[in-house]
């Protein structure tokens, strides 16, 4: 079992930055790929960024590559999202999420899930 808990979202102006972190329970958190994920009202979640257990591979979606950066720091058992050049589009709540996955970009691939952090963009 994997209890996940993310924190550092807020509120910010469009062009700013935010450092989303996701803190996993358990002694597995090195054998999981660990992905962030984002749904805006009234939209299904969407894939946003994920990370290998090895961390040697990593994916991004197409609308954040070059603006966020995922990365995992296995001595704290913690996931971080990098979030700049922040757009009013990114506006949604955030989830972290682990797994053993086959591919990484579909949310049912992932069999745990934090309870989400608010991320606002203001234009």
């Known amino acids: 079992q994997v209890q996940l808990v993310e924190s550092g979202g807020g509120l910010v102006q469009a062009g700013g930055s935010l450092s989303l972190s996701c803190a996993a329970s358990?002694?597995?958190?090195?054998?999981?790929?660990m992905g962030w994920f984002r749904q805006a009202p009234g939209k299904e979640r969407e894939f946003v960024a994920a990370i290998s257990w090895s961390g040697s591979r990593i994916s991004y979606a197409v609308s954040v590559k070059g603006r966020f950066t995922i990365s995992r720091d296995y001595a704290k058992n913690t996931v971080y999202l990098q979030m700049d050049s922040l757009k009013p589009e990114d506006t949604a709540v955030y989830y972290c999420a682990a797994g053993m996955v086959a591919t990484m970009a579909p949310p049912n691939e992932y069999d745990y899930w934090g309870q989400g952090t608010q991320v606002t963009v203001s234009s």
């Open positions: 358990g002694r597995t958190f090195s054998s999981y790929t």
